[in-house]
């Protein structure tokens, strides 16, 4: 590395950095003093028989760390001196644990502040669960710890295990054996059963936590610790209900890609949500849309207990599978049968054996073979059958995965097939799995597998339905990371969607009338029938005349919700009596089936041949997650076919093309029995902007579009319903996105010092191609200075880096793109900067990194400047950053914007430090 003088450096008031550094450390080191205490104070602490305190004192003998009993009328507990308070021990308490009454917690949590304690656990119950009272005493308890920075599991929770460290800060019966899974669970009576059955089962754990309510430590926090921990390979839950959605989604992103975040979530069969007034709401259930949540985050959902664990030792053995193709070994016909039940129904495929295949297993099998997948090799196969046709089976290029059943016939040698096996247990993005089913005779063929690393299953339709899980869990993740196309947003105009609204609001409204929906898709490029409103029969002609026949008449209402309902749709309307007698007959009938007042007319639109496919595009409100999107099969029979997908916003083309794939009529937009397929690409747009439309507009509760008309030609809204919130919310009171939008509101103008304008505003994942071409202009200097040691181009320009760094999630870094356009009007960028927040999220790390052509024109400056008022905006306390030594421009520019620059010889950088305030 070139070393250097250290550079002069400006001096800030030592106190204020110092006070700002002591508050973010502690908010870093409260989880390490969570799940990694050297000294726990047990506050509570008796040796009364048959008490959760006593219970909780037994199991910290096995804790490799020092233990203070408190308790005020007890001088000693179990041979351990007791202490009246916490403040009272001899020794600084890393964590606290709390079993005394719900009433007394939030003093003794002010008195474990006052002690300097980073993190307490609180076993007690009766809190939020017992009604208003205890719930008033979490949010006093809640009030402190933010105050100091504690972090806090529980309440009513039967606490933490740290296999590592010995630590077991339960009630429970005895520590989980040591392993390499995470448990994490809301049901602390779960905990216990799942405890007794990892015992019977030997499977053991790193961490088992029972999280009780969630006062303050959450999901996503839960999620992003383990993810960080080394003695954690994958992470599995139970979950009740997903709390703060934005912080779990965000976290598990992150997460997945390194280690499996699987869950089992209680309540897939509640009752569906109450009616909504929109198809989409009644369409969009809790559940379904919680499934579709946990897609996008790229978290394996599994139905069962032991499918939880099943699928982290899968997953931890075995590389996921690139497709749903399964080929299955067998030497017994009804077992491949059962499998390949199991594989279809979960959503798998049998794979084609390529002719290649079959040619090379007709040359050494029995003529009796199968001939086909499942390849039953028969009854009599031998241990170097079994081999043989796995290596053939394994290099066809039509199979994602293998599946070896073996049934123990007289013939078979159970033991030695398994060894044969071994050599396959780590195939090339294959996946092998095995069923060896039977009793005590095939066990040391098992034990034999699972050493070797391939998952062994007692049945095979369990093993097929771990495949197909596997499989899932690939294709969210291949999802999450697959670079969409860029959209024009120029269509947009957000400014009018947004004043549109304001007229109904101010009108104390809440409906849109059709004319209102449609102009507000036009205010988002989604085409839609041209709507003129008439408000007498006259007007109505006079449209109508205007138009052309045949034209269509619908109710125009500002109370009625759907039109068909009342008689208000008259179709194929071709000359002036046919008008003048649906005007007359809408009236009538409005008047009759809801009241006179709600009918103002009517709104005349042309006649469209209805020669393509009837879809709806919707948005409904998910308590839990916010707007939820649905499209699928549109039209009067919706709710009957149910034939949809969910989906969160905002949507990118390779997001809306998922939802797309997971309905029926997806099949007949590509093309099917002569038609032409529909313009997917810009459906795909049109969905995008759809679900900006959404988001942006808070104010939207639900909205549909039914029909969307999609044919070879066109996509056309032909009718659309929007409802917003109540008007008496605030804006503080709407809910939030599952997933934080694109932050339009950082997107800006600026010029260059030598003229040249550029756009700067936030990175997006269509911006992957961009990258690759801004890499490729920058110097081998630049680069060393922006990652302190070279990189090859190859290495930079990799789709799987490359993803990472343009697919953020916005709640958590911010990375803004200085982008140039040329006379062409092409893009370019030339020029990134990267707020990134550490753990508590007030702290903040900044990366800059400039095109060689571009250095030196004010753009470094400006970028940090904006990432220190992104940062101030987000609620950031501090901003750090690490420069080379040599790297002065890098640092004259932190100075100007306001950073304190330090030489740190032990380390060979210069760190600059902002105190934001």
Request: charged letters at 20%.
């Amino acid at each position: 590395m070139t070393t250097a003088s250290p550079p002069p450096v400006t001096q800030t008031p030592v106190g204020k950095v110092i006070t700002s550094i002591e508050a973010l450390q502690r908010e870093r080191e409260s989880f390490d003093a969570l799940f990694k205490p050297k000294t726990i104070a047990v506050i509570g602490a008796t040796d009364k028989q048959g008490s959760v305190g006593l219970a909780i004192m037994q199991n910290l003998k096995t804790f490799r760390g020092r233990v203070f009993p408190v308790n005020p009328k007890r001088d000693e507990v179990l041979g351990l001196q007791a202490y009246p308070n916490i403040a009272s021990a001899p020794k600084k308490v890393d964590l606290a644990v709390i079993v005394t009454p719900a009433p007394t917690v939030p003093g003794i949590i002010g008195e474990c502040i006052a002690a300097d304690v980073k993190a307490a656990l609180i076993i007690s119950a009766g809190f939020k669960e017992v009604g208003p009272q205890g719930a008033e005493l979490e949010q006093q308890i809640l009030a402190q710890a933010r105050r100091a920075h504690m972090r806090i599991v529980g309440p009513n929770c039967l606490g933490i295990m740290n296999t590592s460290i010995g630590l077991n800060a339960t009630f429970a019966d005895a520590i989980a054996n040591p392993g390499n899974v995470a448990f994490i669970s809301q049901s602390g009576a779960l905990c216990t059963a799942v405890l007794d059955w990892s015992f019977r089962e030997k499977v053991g754990f790193s961490y088992f936590i029972s999280v009780g309510s969630m006062l303050d430590v959450g999901w996503g926090d839960l999620i992003d610790y383990l993810g960080d921990d080394p003695d954690t390979d994958s992470i599995v839950m139970y979950m009740e209900t997903i709390g703060d959605a934005r912080s779990f989604i965000s976290a598990a992103r992150e997460v997945a890609l390194n280690k499996p975040v699987i869950l089992i979530k209680a309540g897939r069969t509640a009752a569906a949500a109450q009616a909504a007034a929109s198809h989409t709401g009644s369409l969009a259930g809790s559940d379904d849309a919680l499934d579709a949540a946990f897609r996008r985050c790229g978290v394996l959902r599994v139905n069962t207990i032991a499918d939880l664990f099943y699928m982290a030792e899968v997953l931890a053995k075995q590389p996921r599978p690139k497709g749903p193709r399964l080929t299955v070994v067998t030497n017994a016909g009804g077992p491949g049968v059962l499998t390949t039940d199991a594989l279809i129904q979960n959503g798998g495929e049998l794979a084609a054996l390529s002719p290649e295949t079959m040619a090379r297993l007709n040359e050494f099998l029995p003529s009796a073979w199968s001939h086909g997948n499942p390849i039953d090799i028969l009854g009599d196969a031998t241990p170097e059958r079994y081999a043989r046709a796995l290596e053939v089976a394994a290099a066809d290029p039509n199979s994602d995965g293998l599946l070896v059943v073996l049934t123990p016939q007289a013939m078979t040698d159970a033991t030695a097939t398994a060894e044969l096996l071994r050599p396959y247990a780590r195939l090339r993005n294959k996946p092998i799995l095995a069923s060896w089913m039977g009793g005590d005779s095939v066990e040391p063929g098992e034990r034999i597998l699972n050493e070797a690393g391939i998952p062994t299953f007692g049945y095979p339709d369990t093993a097929a339905r771990m495949f197909t899980y596997m499989w899932r869990y690939s294709d969210n993740l291949r999802s999450l990371y697959e670079t969409p196309v860029l959209g024009d947003d120029r269509a947009i105009h957000r400014d009018e969607a947004a004043a549109i609204i304001a007229q109904v609001r101010a009108g104390g409204r809440t409906l849109l009338t059709e004319f209102e929906s449609k102009r507000l898709l036009a205010a988002y490029g989604i085409p839609t029938v041209p709507t003129y409103i008439a408000e007498t029969e006259d007007q109505a002609v006079d449209r109508a005349e205007a138009l052309g026949y045949p034209v269509v008449l619908k109710l125009h209402s500002e109370t009625i919700t759907h039109k068909t309902d009342v008689g208000g749709v008259h179709l194929n309307l071709c000359d002036a009596p046919a008008v003048r007698d649906a005007y007359r007959l809408i009236k009538a009938s409005v008047s009759a089936r809801a009241q006179a007042a709600d009918f103002l007319g009517v709104t005349v639109q042309p006649m469209i041949k209805l020669d393509g496919y009837e879809l709806i595009l919707g948005s409904s409100t998910d308590a839990q997650l916010g707007p939820v999107l649905l499209f699928g099969t549109g039209g009067q029979l919706v709710e009957v076919f149910k034939d949809r997908a969910l989906g969160l916003p905002p949507l990118n083309t390779t997001l809306a093309r998922r939802m797309m794939e997971q309905t029926k009529i997806y099949a007949a937009l590509q093309g099917v029995r002569g038609r032409r397929p529909v313009p997917l690409d810009e459906l795909e747009q049109l969905m995008v902007r759809f679900s900006y439309l959404a988001v942006e507009q808070r104010w939207i509760k639900e909205i549909d579009i039914n029909p969307l008309l999609a044919s070879e030609e066109r996509l056309i809204a032909l009718d659309a319903r929007v409802v917003l919130h109540d008007p008496r919310l605030t804006e503080a009171d709407l809910p939030r996105t599952a997933i934080r939008p694109y932050p339009v509101e950082y997107v800006g103008p600026w010029t260059l010092h030598d003229g040249t304008p550029v756009t700067i505003r936030p990175i997006r994942p269509e911006d992957e191609p961009l990258l690759v071409e801004f890499h490729h202009t920058l110097s081998e200097q630049s680069v060393y200075q922006r990652y302190f040691h070279p990189i090859p181009l190859s290495e930079r320009i990799a789709h799987e880096r490359l993803t990472r760094i343009a697919f953020i999630s916005y709640e958590r870094e911010m990375a803004l793109v200085a982008e140039k356009r040329d006379q062409a009007f092409r893009p370019h960028i030339i020029g990134v900067g990267r707020l990134i927040k550490l753990r508590g999220g007030q702290e903040a790390e900044f990366a800059i990194l400039i095109s060689d052509e571009y250095q030196h024109q004010g753009l470094g400056k400006e970028l940090l400047s904006r990432l220190v008022a992104i940062g101030r905006q987000e609620g950031v306390k501090r901003i750090v950053g690490d420069i080379l030594p040599d790297n002065v421009g890098m640092i004259r520019v932190s100075e100007q914007v306001g950073f304190t620059c330090k030489y740190h010889a032990d380390e060979g950088v210069v760190k600059a430090t902002l105190v934001v305030s």
